[in-house]
């Protein structure tokens, strides 16, 4: 998370994003590593929504590539998708234990960090409201996606859950009033057409 934040901040969304999407390569590798066989239709299926959430990203390649931003959206891909690899090993015994796992080693973190620097970001006591409610996303995101890898297939779980760019592009639009690109709304009619063929599967 640190190292795609800082990707953001130092460079364009449109090429750290997409680069950071293709972290579900990693989990997805090593499902097919350890045995896992979707059917053909499946893997058709899974090859679009990949490429639509690569596309609803928003990808840009004009106007330059800086270096620095890449390398952060490139570590920060390898940390999300250890992260999903884990939470679905992990979820194998409990999903709701390796979750708040997790949390409790952020927690840590975040009291090193206080300890440290002195400072909570600039946060008051109204933003408590919205960063329980951004926290409480993530956790109840992350233990469905793990109690999702307990029911099928990994390899199939991992490649729904690699869809969070499309809600992000559209809650952009609907919230943010963002005007989505026209490669945005490719990637949405891939991600859902693949995920109809998948269904269909």
């Known amino acids: 998370l640190v190292a795609f934040y800082t990707g953001l901040a130092t460079g364009r969304m449109g090429v750290v ?42 990808p840009e390649i004009k106007g330059g590539l800086a270096i620095k931003p890449i390398v952060f959206a490139v570590i920060a891909a390898f940390g999300f998708g250890g992260a999903v690899t884990f939470i679905a090993k992990g979820s194998e015994s409990s999903a709701i234990m390796t979750m708040t796992t997790m949390r409790f080693a ?71 009033h963002e005007r989505l690109h026209k490669v945005q709304y490719l990637g949405i009619a891939f991600a859902i057409t693949g995920v109809a063929v998948i269904s269909l599967s």
């Open 17 to 58: 994003a997409p680069i950071s999407a293709l972290s579900v390569t990693i989990p997805l590798t090593i499902a097919f590593i350890n045995g896992e066989k979707p059917n053909t239709g499946q893997m058709v299926g899974m090859g679009i929504a990949l490429t639509g959430a690569f596309f609803a990203s928003g």
């Open 106 to 176: 952020t927690f840590m973190v975040a009291l090193l960090l206080f300890a440290r620097y002195r400072t909570i970001g600039g946060f008051t006591k109204k933003d408590l409201p919205i960063l329980i409610a951004i926290g409480g996303a993530d956790f109840i995101a992350n233990l469905l996606l793990g109690v999702a890898t307990t029911k099928g297939l990994v390899s199939l779980a991992v490649v729904l859950g690699s869809l969070y760019p499309i809600i992000t592009a559209l809650l952009a639009f609907k919230l943010l």
